[in-house]
């Protein structure tokens, strides 16, 4: 894992642990020699550690949380790096991450790549630097860069490390071998080398205005509720102002030790590797060939398909659009560059970047000018025989090779296949709206889509930013089936006597941003709803009629006001009880755990039907879907791990207990029952 290169009297100790040199035990080991040996060499006068492959240390071995570790520490292996007389560089390139910039942070000075990246992540994981970070990097960077770096867990690009202190010295991409032995050689003439610890000269700021951790903790508190590493990051912190180093490092360790066992890292951590697994398709080998994407089509310039377009346009990929008429087309471009516009305002893109990405925006009238596309994806409305009439065309128009992909949400991708030559290059990809924003993208594998096309757009998520996770053909694929069962339960709930509100209630305290009603009134009730057709067979159907259709109306389930803040309305009330008691229901109270029950039982069984059909690979394949697509509390490490902690059997002996209110075609999961008597578990 560990090799060394003398060059004169320094000496560079290279680590290369693929795929992203995570500081395993074994790693910890070998450099924790390396950084002895070299100390007691004579020859050597100074050392520089770098790695080898994509990047620097990535941090602490993850997987490795919670189980049994030996000697050295990581954290002693730092400290034995630090207290070297002879000075210790670190030459990062690529990322330098967590336990990683831990390492870099106890060396004397700190040389980087124009393009690497240097960040402490570990809250993100429920945690918070435990091999010293909370303690030297404010001591580096002074307080407001610390305490934003930690408690976000966002890596700065190595120009702003230079800029705040963390890197002394940047080194061009493909020198920084030879960079930094010059720079050792230079550091050689100096007498004394900055040890971390010992600095406290940024410190001051903080030390002078300790009141700016609880200002810090204001400002956060919004984006931060329900998660409890950030205040644990900010008490750390804290620590480095108020203790001496030795004391500040012992009390980071007894928050990272209290943390690493708690159940929210635990769900985060989990959802870290399900992100990454599900990434793996069982059948198909990784060397399976792709099919170069040089150039996406889109059909349709509505609000799915302008913001589908922005996620190639955004990396340098060029589209053509397509629409049937100018007003739309026209108004899908200027929807596409409002956007980009909002973004460079708010300073995350430059003007140029603007100009960039729309010159490679290529509108159209003509479907035939996507015959050179490698990639068209339709987001037509989404109705079946218009679908088919576009894949049709596409077949006839499309090159060959090339992938057509349909943005379905919930129809038989199948069927649109079967229409084609080519059900092979038919490919289901669903984006989720805003679709340049949203993470999730559910890839959805026919019955006769080709591996190759598979592992193609498995390929293509990643590069747009997106976790993808692989569905087969069914009613709304993983998340809309799922979806299905919990909005029958809000609906029947509201006949039953719970009120809209209530139901939204439950849900907000259970960590969603919102309730299935505040849902509806947020995407218009109307969506494929007409007046023309309405019967009034639904509650729905009546709030449409009395053009309660949501927020757009400034009414729906809700009232709002001009700032579209919700009050409960007595009129609804009025339109639910009104349509329960023609259906012959009686009202009754329903408390909140039934609520919860209700809401969310059916879900983790449906999720169950899933697995067992084979439309989701794994359990967590449905755990990252709902995280990422539909608003599922991240710290309970979604429905199916939430389930597995809650236990199988209380999950199972609710679902009987309501088994009655479920509705005439609920049917309990074997496998569900199954996994439930074994003991088992989902994850
Ligand atoms: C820490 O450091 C605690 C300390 O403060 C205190 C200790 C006392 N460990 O993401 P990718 C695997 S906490 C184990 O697809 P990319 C990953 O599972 C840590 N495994 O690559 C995957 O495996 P597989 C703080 C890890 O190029 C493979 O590597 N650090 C680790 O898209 C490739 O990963 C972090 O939180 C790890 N640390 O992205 C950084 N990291 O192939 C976490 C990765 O079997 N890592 N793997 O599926 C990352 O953010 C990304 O992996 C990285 C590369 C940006 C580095």
Redesign the pocket.
């Known amino acids: 894992m560990i090799r060394t290169d003398r060059h004169g009297d320094v000496l560079v100790v290279i680590a290369d642990n693929p795929?992203?040199n995570?500081?395993s035990e074994a790693m910890r080991h070998a450099l924790g020699k390396a950084v002895t040996a070299a100390v007691a060499d004579p020859a050597v006068r100074a050392v520089i550690i770098r790695c080898d492959g994509?990047?620097f240390f990535?941090?602490?071995?993850?997987?490795s949380f919670g189980k049994p570790s030996s000697p050295p520490?990581?954290?002693a292996v730092i400290d034995a790096i630090e207290a070297s007389e002879k000075p210790v560089l670190a030459a990062i390139h690529g990322?330098a991450?967590?336990?990683?910039l831990?390492v870099a942070l106890g060396c004397h000075y700190r040389i980087a790549t124009t393009s690497a990246k240097l960040g402490?992540?570990?809250v993100?994981?429920g945690?918070?630097?435990?091999?010293g970070?909370t303690q030297r990097l404010p001591r580096l960077v002074g307080m407001p860069e610390a305490l934003s770096m930690i408690t976000t867990g966002e890596a700065v690009p190595a120009r702003r490390a230079l800029e705040i202190g963390l890197v002394d010295r940047l080194a061009g991409d493909d020198s920084l071998e030879p960079e930094a032995i010059a720079f050792a050689r230079e550091i050689l003439l100096l007498k004394e080398h900055p040890r971390t610890s010992k600095r406290t000269e940024r410190l001051a700021e903080a030390v002078r205005d300790p009141a700016l951790f609880d200002r810090f903790r204001h400002e956060i508190a919004g984006k931060v509720k329900g998660f409890a590493a950030p205040e644990a990051c900010i008490q750390a912190i804290e620590a480095a102002v108020k203790l001496p180093f030795a004391e500040g490092v012992a009390k980071e360790r007894a928050l990272?030790a209290s943390l690493v066992k708690s159940e929210q890292s635990r769900a985060l951590r989990h959802i870290?590797?399900a992100e990454?697994?599900a990434?793996?398709i069982e059948d198909i080998p990784r060397d399976t060939s792709r099919i170069p994407i040089a150039r996406v089509g889109i059909v349709g310039a509505g609000t799915m398909g302008g913001g589908i377009a922005m996620n190639f346009l955004s990396i340098g990929i060029p589209v053509t659009i397509v629409e049937r008429d100018q007003a739309p087309l026209d108004r899908g471009i200027a929807t596409i560059r409002r956007n980009y516009e909002r973004t460079a305002s708010r300073g995350r893109l430059t003007q140029n970047d603007v100009e960039r990405a729309m010159a490679l925006l290529r509108p159209s009238l003509a479907i035939e000018d996507l015959a050179d596309c490698d990639l068209v994806i339709e987001a037509v409305f989404e109705n079946m025989a218009v679908k088919k009439e576009v894949f049709r065309k596409l077949d006839a128009i499309a090159k060959p090779g090339a992938i057509l992909a349909s943005n379905t949400s919930r129809l038989d991708l199948n069927a649109m296949a079967a229409e084609t030559e080519r059900p092979e290059a038919v490919i289901g990809l669903h984006f989720f709206s805003p679709a340049n924003v949203m993470r999730l993208l559910e890839v959805v594998r026919g019955a006769k889509t080709g591996p190759s096309q598979l592992a193609t757009v498995m390929d293509v998520a990643?590069r747009i930013g997106k976790v993808a996770v692989v569905s087969g053909v069914c009613p709304g694929f993983i998340g809309n089936r799922m979806l299905a069962q919990r909005s029958k339960q809000a609906q029947m709930l509201i006949l039953e006597g719970a009120k809209p509100w209530d139901v939204d209630r439950v849900l907000t305290n259970f960590g969603f941003p919102m309730g299935p009603f505040q849902m509806s009134d947020l995407a218009g009730l109307d969506l494929g709803w007409r007046r023309e057709s309405s019967k009034g067979e639904s509650i729905r159907d009546l709030l449409c009629e009395r053009d309660r259709r949501g927020q757009k109306t400034s009414k729906g389930y809700y009232d709002y006001d001009e700032s579209r803040r919700p009050s409960p309305s007595s009129e609804v009330e009025e339109i639910i009880a009104g349509y329960a008691a023609s259906r012959g229901y009686r009202p009754r109270s329903v408390d909140e755990q039934e609520i919860l029950e209700r809401l969310l039982y059916p879900m983790i069984n449906e999720g169950a039907r899933i697995l067992e059909e084979g439309i989701a690979q794994r359990a967590s394949d449905i755990d990252v879907v709902w995280i990422n697509g539909y608003g599922w509390p991240t710290v309970t490490g979604g429905p199916m791990f939430w389930a597995d902690g809650l236990g199988l059997g209380t999950i199972v002996a609710g679902l009987k207990s309501h088994q009655a209110r479920l509705g005439a075609d609920f049917m309990l999961s074997p496998l569900l029952l199954r996994k439930t008597s074994e003991g088992g578990r989902f994850n």
């Open positions: 795929p992203v995570a500081l994509r990047g990535a941090g602490a071995d993850i997987a520490s990581l954290p990322n991450l967590g336990g990683g831990e402490l992540p570990e993100k994981l945690l918070l630097p435990g091999a970070g990272f870290f590797f990454r697994a990434a793996k990643k």
